[in-house]
């Protein structure tokens, strides 16, 4: 009787402790695909605008070209850049920070952040030529051209703020 017992509150628990994960449900995660990122911000994803636009089979497999060779293309620069964050973040531990090498890492950050935007912006003015007016017309009011900012919408919050940001 007592192995009944354990056994069924061991099983009610286990139940217990992994509703909320279920409640989730199906839906975009971590990793590569639908989520927030750049431009991205609440009731706006880019997938919805891109079928706003009609476009055509020629003019996805283009636009989808880009998309994957600039991934491909950011790669390590992304993992540069995580690298020296991390080592900035490891001389910011240091009971004695060594402020020029602080600075020089920092530095080294801004300019992988500045490069990324760079390729960004190259990017989506490569996606703007595959697209006609009428199109560009359209993406324009979707929000697309926005891009982060600060605010509530441009997924940075002020100093010390809480809530979704940059993440690279």
């Known amino acids: 009787m007592k192995k009944l017992t354990l056994t069924l509150i061991t099983v009610a628990m286990g139940l217990l402790l992994t509703m909320p994960v279920f409640a989730f449900g199906p839906g975009a995660g971590r990793g590569p695909g639908e989520g927030m990122g750049p431009g991205s911000g609440p009731g706006y994803h880019r997938t ?30 992304r993992e540069k850049m995580f690298d020296k964050s991390v080592e900035l973040r490891r001389l910011w531990l240091q009971t004695n920070p060594d402020k020029d090498k602080i600075t020089a890492a920092q530095a080294e950050v801004s300019a992988l952040r500045d490069q990324m935007q760079s390729k960004a912006t190259a990017m989506r003015l490569e996606i703007r030529k ?12 979707s929000g697309w051209e926005r891009g982060m900012g600060f605010g509530p919408r441009g997924g940075m919050r002020g100093h010390g703020g809480r809530g979704p940001g940059i993440c690279y």
């Open 130 to 141: 595959v697209l006609t007016p009428e199109q560009q017309e359209k993406l324009v009011n």
């Open 48 to 77: 919805n605008a891109w079928e706003k636009l009609n476009l055509s089979a020629e003019q996805k497999t283009k636009i989808e070209a880009l998309q994957t060779a600039h991934q491909k293309e950011l790669r390590p620069v």
